[in-house]
């Protein structure tokens, strides 16, 4: 079974962290939505993510960045910001890593001859990754957040700088990027397309927002991020609220419906299948670790 | 006595160091014409060399760099490089190291916001540097070297990946920068514009190509980085065999006719000063450490 996965960040990319390791033949679109210059380097946060469970080279406790990671550059560049005492923004509360920086200076340097498609394909191949990864776009779309105040705030000032405590009206996708070279094809070849426990306004939304994403997808199975009415990690329940959801599996359920036909949801919420219009697979769905999230990988495929 | 000097990275830099160390009342003009963007980074080296010469941060015995570096970031880089097999050039010659970056990363972020020239004004702030340090200019003019063979190469390439071996023809200052916006008062202001022991053509040449600023130079002092028919560090010598120039400082004093009026040679050099046009001083040139910079700093105010 061919299987095409949208993924974010979060626990999106430790479902396909468990896909790749049950041995499925699958293929990761990833939300580029996030994507920001910062310090001159070009940063796709939930790309590397992805690269980074499907290496082996997560740290699966912390959920980002690589294990063992030092920070010398960034101290120093936090002392140099403080010790300035410029006032711009400086975006010194983003957190990089020396051997993070790295993989953000190889997709920068190699950006001034290739594509964002074709430098993930070269950091896939740096990093031993045979699992086809393609950035949703080639193209920029910036995923920002409008407050109830009516602020537009971009999506690491909204996640990392304010620790998504800003109360959020409307989700935008601003620009109209067209899909990367190879993700409609993988979508319509795909037996399944399935859809991560990531953040539906944040890390699916973007994708799916994309020209031609939503009828290139015919079978979609969709893994619910709320869990007993919370959000297993991050602001998806927050924000669900926020933006008029109910925050429970059966709310998400209804934002993925007329895309959707089976939805997975957590044993904790078998009692709530009854109330989703899909057909339903009831599951442990908790990923702490590699092995469990290899286990719920093939709950999933066997469900399907 | 107002002195403000006109630098490269090399012993121009040293030069500095002794003469801020001496208590002069000192002003930096600092070629640009070797910045590259490299992995996204606006990265500046002479004037980095001149800053961490200033702020006591250098490496003297290897001349570029700071002490008791880090190099996580660059191996891990160099690491994906190899792995990834691409076949476009990578700059992966070019060593970044971790706190290193942090300057790069500044810089590069600030600039988003700010000239070249209010950058390292706040460069020299973060490291606690009192004088004056002037890039040439806040526009881009680019060094580049034409090979007896016709090629064209940057400086980095020339200087740091083909370990400045190949042949030259001519050397071009590329673009037409106009000087920052305190360099022509910096130069007009002092009482003497010293010329430090730079490369004639590779720093201070890219520096007297701007609109204006031989104009604006008066008294002019200069150093010669030729010492007993060698340069004291890098490829001063070559360079100038290959464009036709004597080898010595008569050779240098000849590239500086009509701009300087009093010329420092070694005490090596002691028995060509008849040879020379200019009035000279003669003293022990060479600055292997901090120490002996500050003596020749003085040794030449006080023979000015």
Redesign the interface.
Known sequence: MKVTVLAGGGGGARLVAGLANAGCDLTVVVNTGDDE??????ISPDVDTVLYYLAGLIDWQRGWGLQKE?L???D??R???V????E?D??DWFTLG??D??????R???LT??SLTEVTA??C????VSVPVLPMSDEPQRTVLETTSGDIVDFQTYFVRHQHRDEIGAVRYLGSARPGPRVLEALRDADVVLIGPSNPMLSIGPILALDGVRDAISRCVAVSPIVGGKAIKGPADRLMASLGHEVSCVGVAKVYEGLVDTFVIDAVDADRASEISMRTIVCDTMMPGPDEATRVAKEIIDGI
Request: no cysteine.
């Open positions: 210059v910062m310090r001159g380097l070009h030092s010398a550059a960034n120093r560049y002392e140099l910001v010790a300035s005492g410029v711009v400086m975006q020396d051997r920086l790295a993989t953000h200076m190889f920068t340097q190699l001859a290739a070269a950091l191949g740096a990093l031993g």
